[in-house]
């Protein structure tokens, strides 16, 4: 399973300008840097702003080589169709431990500042999916979102869910100014999420559906998925898609 975190601040004209790490209640900040408590694996990785040139992770060993540049880059504020994710589950970098873990920015501006958000996905590689039917779940919610911070908000399926246990195995998020969302799981520390689109109509990344990131979490139907989002700017009106498949024991 993995953990979903971000980094989002102001950039303006300056070159390699540090992007802070977001405040993130499950991983250690330094110097508004991540700090892992050990060599933890990077899935994948994304970068965005309005007029974004470059994005490049910050770590003492991995300057060994070279900072490592997030490629493909996403020109937006949040919400588009398809957006560009930088996928390394084939060979994830590995994230030293115990050394603070930065993120630097560039823009295309002229004067003035704009905001950069970037997300990593890191832990463990995907397992494949277990046996069963992949089955979507909808959820609402109308709780207000602070911008550019992890907001929980109070989401409630639209249907009764059959009782049992159940694997997550991707998930949508929508709402006019989204950027993110990840779940809080009673029997796991980490936040597995996603990239969120503005609208229903449009496409997230493929690792948000099922079998691209194997198992997102486990659920008993006596303690569902609480929900956390990134907006840009306030929204409160949200509707959330999670794949699961029923398991016979929630091992």
């Known amino acids: 399973m993995f953990h979903l975190a971000a980094f989002s601040g102001d950039v303006g004209t ?51 080589v070279g900072q490592p540049n997030i490629r493909p880059i996403t020109r937006a504020v949040a919400g588009i169709n398809d957006p560009n994710v930088m996928d390394l589950r084939a060979r994830p970098i590995t ?51 602070v911008a550019n911070t992890w907001t929980t908000v109070t989401a409630t399926p639209d249907d009764s869910i059959g009782e049992g246990a159940y694997a997550i195995v991707g998930s949508e998020h929508f709402s006019a100014n989204a950027i993110a969302h990840r779940m809080i799981l009673n029997n796991d520390i980490r936040r597995p999420g996603g990239l969120s689109v503005g609208a229903i109509d449009r496409r997230g990344h493929l690792l948000n559906y099922p079998g691209n990131l194997g198992v997102w979490g486990r659920f008993r139907t006596t303690a569902l998925p609480r929900f956390q989002v990134l907006c840009g700017a306030a929204d409160a009106t949200h509707e959330f898609f999670v794949s699961v498949i029923r398991l016979f024991t929630l091992s």
């Open 14 to 64: 300056v070159a390699n300008t540090p992007v802070p790490a977001l405040q993130d209640d499950v991983l250690v900040i330094q110097s508004n840097r991540f700090l892992f408590q050990e060599d933890t694996p990077l899935l994948a990785a994304y970068a965005a702003s309005t007029t974004l040139t470059r994005a490049r992770f910050i770590s003492p060993s991995l300057r060994l």
């Open 95 to 145: 994230i030293p431990g115990l050394e603070e873990f930065g993120l630097d920015a560039s823009t295309g501006l002229a004067m003035g500042t704009e905001r950069v958000t970037a997300l990593i996905w890191v832990g463990d590689p995907p397992d494949p999916l277990p046996p069963g039917n992949p089955i979507t779940l909808r959820f609402t919610s109308t709780t207000a979102a």
